[in-house]
């Protein structure tokens, strides 16, 4: 037990935690609503850099400072997606893409963020518990979401937007919740990996970290949060257990990537429902007869 919580190990656990929430807020804007982002570093920018100045320049406690960081990349969630939600396609990710990189701009350049030279010294206040139940709550709402109206309304405007409208879906509303909801996760994630590295800089945050994210849900399964939780510990851990091939890591690593898409093209768990999962998993599954035959339905 000693062996599996040193600090290595629990840093890398954190590691996964903030990861893993990271991309159950983008699996809800691109999984689950179908809306292609690739701007989810801004918001975890924003989340951690406000939580930090909340936390150096304000002094207040770390709960304020982390729901802070969280609200605030929420905004400005509702704010980028006023104007581009009613886009879609390459159309969307494009603008995601540079709301990406004007904020890593401004915060490049801003004299209370450090500029260039980063944030620092941030207060350690991240830990393995604190991220465990984190995840543990996001996954937990998350699947509530998936189960209820609003999740299948997302569902609906995923598979096809035009037929939703027609159904009396706000769809335009509806995909600002799952951006402010995503957004949020985003932020959440950046602060408690800003209280975790306690040193934060611009080029963190760039265009690769958003690709990186995708990377775990796409891989995981879209829409699916096992498959996003899975593709998350995947790509976290990747890195480190090819430390041995040195300076061709990242070779491995983009090939390991490739492999895993040629033979499961809709991720490792694309299309697994995450209550079904427990359900089957903790046998709470039943059968029941319908006309003369038997077919298994979930507890409620």
Do not use: W
């Not at 109206?149 to 027609?166: H, K, N």
């Not at 996760?185 to 602060?191: D, E, I, R, V």
Request: hydrophobic share 50%; with cysteine.
């Amino acid at each position: 037990m000693d062996f599996l919580f040193n600090d290595y190990n629990a840093r890398i656990i954190i590691n996964i935690g903030i990861y893993i929430i990271m991309a159950l807020g983008l699996n809800l804007i691109t999984g689950v609503t179908g809306q292609l982002s690739l701007g989810h570093a801004a918001f975890m920018s924003i989340g951690a850099y406000t939580s930090s100045l909340l936390s150096m320049k304000l002094g207040l406690p770390f709960g304020v400072a982390l729901l802070g960081g969280s609200l605030t990349a929420a905004f400005f969630g509702v704010l980028l997606g006023f104007p581009t939600l009613r886009l879609t396609g390459d159309y969307l990710a494009m603008a995601t893409l540079g709301f990406a990189e004007i904020v890593r701009v401004i915060l490049t350049n801003l004299e209370v963020t450090g500029g260039a030279l980063g944030l620092s010294p941030i207060p350690y206040k991240t830990t393995m518990p604190l991220v465990l139940i984190s995840v543990i709550l996001i996954v937990f709402a998350m699947a509530r979401i998936e189960r209820s109206r609003f999740g299948r309304a997302l569902l609906a405007i995923r598979e096809d937007e035009i037929a939703a409208e027609t159904m009396g879906i706000n769809t335009f509303r509806y995909k600002i919740v799952a951006f402010a909801l995503g957004s949020f996760c985003a932020g959440l994630g950046g602060s408690l990996y800003a209280h975790f590295i306690t040193y934060i800089n611009p080029v963190d945050f760039g265009f690769n970290k958003s690709i990186e994210i995708l990377n775990m849900v796409v891989l995981g399964g879209m829409g699916s949060i096992p498959g996003t939780i899975l593709g998350s510990v995947v790509l976290t851990i990747a890195p480190e257990f090819l430390r041995f091939v040195e300076q061709y890591r990242m070779l491995f690593y983009g090939a390991l990537l490739v492999i895993m898409m040629i033979f499961r093209p809709n991720g490792l768990l694309g299309g697994v429902n995450f209550t079904d999962l427990v359900l089957k998993t903790f046998g709470l599954k039943k059968k029941k007869k319908v006309n003369g035959s038997s077919e298994k339905e979930g507890v409620k």
